[in-house]
T-cell receptor
């Protein structure tokens, strides 16, 4: 049974370039989360979706970051333009959302982004 | 302002002994707490959770204790095994909006032979 799939696993780019990270949640899950892990700030929630609708994007650092979920099986996190301080590991997670909150979140393996 | 704090960045424990990882939180509205475990180059995996209506939850070698008055929780691993070497994240949420989980900064646990 496939877990959360993220691509690419590693991305090296130059400052100013556009970066797109991809995520395929676990089939049947209807909540999707994007996290960023850095040494300074630890693991922080950037944005999450319930039933493909963005619910809370208060963690998105600035307008250079955007996330979409066009359908239940795919989401993207885009950074345009990228900056060296965006270098981090980006995790996608999914869970099953019910009226009384979400079930356990399952994380993907992460994308390690390096912006030179 | 960190709402979930893990003040020990690392911990070393001898194999077979008890590992105790600690976590403090500041938001008294949190009512659901979780521990995640993370190996290098992998995403965090759920380990154990506890609701604020309980003060203890046990799952095999893992037990989580919650002290609401002190806003403190701890994870006990007994006995510690080499495979337990990983980074452990404490996390908290408002169960009414359990989608949003706030993570601590993590504690790296090393089990030495």
């Amino acid at each position: 049974d496939a877990g959360v799939i993220q691509s690419p696993r590693h991305e090296v780019t130059e400052m100013g370039q556009e970066v797109t990270l991809r995520c395929k949640p676990i089939s049947g899950h209807n909540s999707l989360f994007w996290y960023r892990q850095t040494m300074m700030r630890g693991l922080e929630l950037l944005i999450y979706f319930n039933n493909n609708v963005p619910i809370d994007d208060s963690g998105m650092p600035e307008d250079r970051f955007s996330a979409k979920m066009p359908n239940a099986s795919f989401s993207t996190l885009k950074i345009q333009p990228s900056e060296p301080r965006d270098s981090a590991v980006y995790f996608c997670a999914s869970s099953y959302y019910r009226d009384r909150g979400s079930d356990t979140q399952y994380f993907g393996p992460g994308t390690r982004l390096t912006v030179l | 302002d960190q709402q979930v704090k893990q003040n020990s960045p690392s911990l070393s424990v001898q194999e077979g002994r008890i590992s105790i990882l600690n976590c403090d939180y500041t938001n008294s509205m949190f009512d659901y707490f979780l521990w995640y475990k993370k190996y290098p180059a992998e995403g965090p995996t759920f380990l154990i959770s506890i609701s604020s209506i309980k003060d203890k939850n046990e799952d095999g070698r893992f037990t989580v204790f919650l002290n609401k008055s002190a806003k403190h929780l701890s994870l006990h691993i007994v006995p510690s095994q080499p495979g337990d070497s990983a980074v452990y994240f404490c996390a908290a949420s408002l169960y009414s909006s359990a989608s949003k989980i706030i993570f601590g900064s993590g504690t790296r646990l090393s089990i030495r032979p």
